[in-house]
């Protein structure tokens, strides 16, 4: 009797697939796992749900973009061997920086990461793993994280119209941080009494850096919310307009702020012009493991050690950073003590004004040079990640974790995805051996027939020295973010053809990261 979906195409061409063991399979095939407390739930990609799905055009929530190639199987020895090589000698040496892509993009991908997919894995696990992917939300760049069910399914997230109004009103709720010394401001996430954030996705207040990237683009929908309201004609709801808009600008910095900085030139363009090859699908995106669990990966190899958070917390080392959050660290409202604690053992009613973001040290704003103050640049995507990723809470690396999920759900090695691709210049077994990380991927065996996730920071690292990604990981990151907003029937894709950035920006017709940091006009709350 037939197993699989894909089994019962097979047995049952050309005839229709009975209409109750479809139903059956399919609610098999989504059912949704549940565990209060730690643990994991929601949907999962596993080996056998995947391979029920491959061949399927449109798979679900996730699947395959290469499901008939053969899965790479690696010893958990070898995968260790090749991880221990993949540790950053100096996380200081500027000779590892990227200076194409300033540091805040870093977690800006990370915000981006959880607005398309979803994550319920224990704390414990997914903490400093800032692109870690195992289960998915709905795939499409629409800032759900932001904007939750709305105004009516999730009224907690929404500011009142007045002081005096019951109803919310088109705004943003922001939250007011706790005073450490250097004023009062609004700079921080809204939180519940016992400090967690009041927001579309909880895991946007893991660490500072994402939280604040969450905080920006709150006010930016307020920024544009007042923008409208005191238009010569305002929409008649300042909210929907202002939604649409955000979102459109969004989605124009994902593609091309983004992942234009990450790719090779001219890739985004061509799949906009000539459509995508590989990620293919009818109608419903999916979640494909070779992104989710291989090239979207790329992000861990461009964290930094240490940043200059302001001109008062000067440089922070990435452990700090999840200790000003309310999901990972210390920030627990009505439950700090008083005086508060400092570090190590934090504990504040909300982020203090001392942990304020100075964006123009996470983002080149082009604005006049201030003494003491430089843009940071994330570090090179290379093999190569900060100590820090090596010592996770649970005694386990990044790297071995990365590539041990690889094998899980069983992902093909690099070198099988460039044939599949037929890409000209796939590194040869002699580049791959290359470099002290390279020699260890040699003596294992590794350097024939290579993890997927290490192929394509090598690729990026021998083909432009760091600082984009080589051929297959740019298809793979491009077409895959082509195809989320294509996907989108809500995006400006769809809705308006050839629509280019309204709001003002640098270049008319354009908007970057830069151009949203500048419209909402906070650029460093602290001075």
């Known amino acids: ?230 238009s010569t004609n305002p929409p008649p709801d300042v909210f929907s307009e202002a939604r649409r808009l955000t979102s459109w600008h969004f989605q124009w910095i994902v593609l091309h702020d983004w992942v234009e900085r990450l790719t090779e030139p001219g890739i985004v363009a061509k799949i906009l012009h000539d459509g995508r090859k590989f990620y293919r699908f009818r109608r419903t995106p999916f979640m494909p493991i070779e992104f989710s669990a291989a090239a979207y990966r790329l992000g861990h190899s461009m964290v930094r050690q240490f940043y200059n958070v302001n001109r008062v917390a000067g440089p922070t080392d990435f452990k700090t950073l999840f200790e000003y959050s309310g999901l990972s660290g210390g920030i627990v409202g009505d439950l700090a003590p008083t005086p508060p604690l400092d570090p190590p053992a934090t504990a504040y009613a909300s982020v203090p004004s001392k942990m304020i973001l100075d964006w123009r040290r996470f983002y080149d704003l082009d604005l006049p040079p201030q003494p003491g103050v430089a843009t940071a640049a994330s570090r090179r995507l290379d093999p190569f990640l900060a100590k820090e990723l090596h010592m996770l809470p649970d005694g386990t690396s990044l790297p071995f974790r990365n590539m041990k999920r690889g094998v899980n759900l069983g992902l093909p090695s690099g070198q099988d995805v460039a044939a599949a691709m037929k890409v000209k210049n796939p590194l040869t077994h002699d580049e791959i051996a290359s470099g002290p990380d390279g020699a260890v991927a040699k003596a294992q065996g590794l350097h024939k027939a290579t993890p997927l996730w290490y192929y394509i920071l090598k690729e990026a690292h021998v083909r432009h020295a760091g600082l984009r990604l080589g051929p297959v990981g740019s298809t793979i990151i491009a077409e895959v973010f082509v195809g989320l907003v294509h996907g989108d029937q809500q995006s400006y894709l769809w809705q308006r053809k050839n629509w280019k950035p309204e709001l003002p920006s640098k270049t008319a017709g354009e908007f970057t990261m830069a151009d949203m940091i500048r419209f909402v006009d906070d650029v460093n709350p602290l001075g």
């Open 1 to 230: 009797m037939p197993q699989t979906l894909e089994d019962v195409k097979k047995a049952t061409e050309p005839k229709h697939v009975p209409k109750a063991l479809l139903q059956t399979l399919t609610a098999a095939s989504n059912t949704v796992k549940v565990s209060p407390g730690h643990g994991k739930a929601g949907r999962q990609p596993n080996r056998h749900l995947l391979d029920t799905l491959s061949g399927n055009r449109d798979p679900g929530m996730f699947g395959n973009m290469f499901p008939k190639l053969a899965p790479l199987d690696v010893p958990d020895a070898k995968l260790q061997a090749l991880a221990d090589a993949m540790m950053e000698a100096s996380g200081g040496d500027p000779s590892g920086d990227n200076p194409n892509i300033p540091a805040g993009f870093t977690f800006l991908g990370q915000f981006i990461d959880h607005d398309i997919t979803l994550d319920l894995t224990s704390l414990a696990e997914k903490q400093k793993d800032p692109l870690g992917i195992e289960n998915f939300r709905t795939p499409a760049l629409d800032l759900d994280c932001v904007y939750g069910l709305g105004p009516d399914g999730s009224p907690h997230l929404y500011a009142r119209g007045s002081s005096s109004d019951r109803k919310h009103g088109p705004k943003l709720l922001i939250g007011r941080n706790f005073d450490s010394g250097e004023g009062a401001f609004r700079n921080d996430l809204p939180r519940s009494p016992e400090g967690f954030a009041l927001i579309g996705d909880h895991r946007n207040d893991e660490n500072l850096l994402v939280a604040q990237t969450h905080l920006l683009f709150l006010k930016f929908h307020n920024a544009v919310c007042d923008r409208l309201a005191k």
